[in-house]
């Protein structure tokens, strides 16, 4: 139970991170810097 929780835990945390990157307008230089966007 205590592994499942943690892995549910971390993906909760996973989307909630991808979400305030793309909501984020900082996001587009940092995207620009990695090369999400082309």
């Known amino acids: 139970i205590g592994l499942a929780m943690i892995e549910s835990l971390c993906i909760y ?3 909630i ?3 305030l990157i ?3 307008p900082v ?3 940092i995207q ?3 090369g999400l966007v082309k």
Do not use: F, P
């Open 27 to 29: 996001a587009k230089l």
């Open 13 to 15: 945390a996973l989307v």
């Open 32 to 34: 620009t810097s990695i």
């Open 22 to 24: 793309y909501a984020n």
């Open 17 to 19: 991170c991808l979400i």
